[in-house]
């Protein structure tokens, strides 16, 4: 299982980034896909979730009615809109799935968000 995550990038606070990542390796029907991040120094927190199968969603209070998960399963590929972005979602942003645990990571892509 590869994932390759992208769409990080320096954002002013209150602008909006997608992030993409491209899962490849096998069929991942019944699957979870999310996203997590790590500010430096911090550890590192769950930010949210889809299921292939169905779409269910799963967030994090903190980004609830401003991130927004979603896939497109023709491309095997999950997304990461963030709307209303600020200074404190600064981080390394890293997808990762499996089934009952995520056992598959991808490389992180760098959010900043400027004040």
């Known amino acids: 299982v590869q994932l390759q995550a992208s769409g990080g990038g320096l954002v002013q606070a209150g602008g909006s980034l997608r992030l993409s990542c491209a899962a490849s390796?096998?069929?991942?029907?019944?699957?979870?896909m999310g996203w997590f991040r790590q500010a430096p120094g911090k550890e590192r927190e769950f930010v949210a979730s889809i299921r292939w199968s169905d779409g269910r969603t799963y967030y994090a209070d903190s980004v609830k009615g401003l991130f927004t998960i979603s896939r497109d399963n023709a491309k095997n590929t999950v997304y990461l809109q963030m709307n209303s972005l600020k200074p404190e979602d600064t981080s390394a942003y890293y997808c990762a799935t499996g089934v009952s645990k995520y056992n598959y990571w991808g490389q992180g892509t760098l959010v900043t968000v400027s004040s």
């Open positions: 390796g096998r069929t991942f029907s019944n699957y979870y």
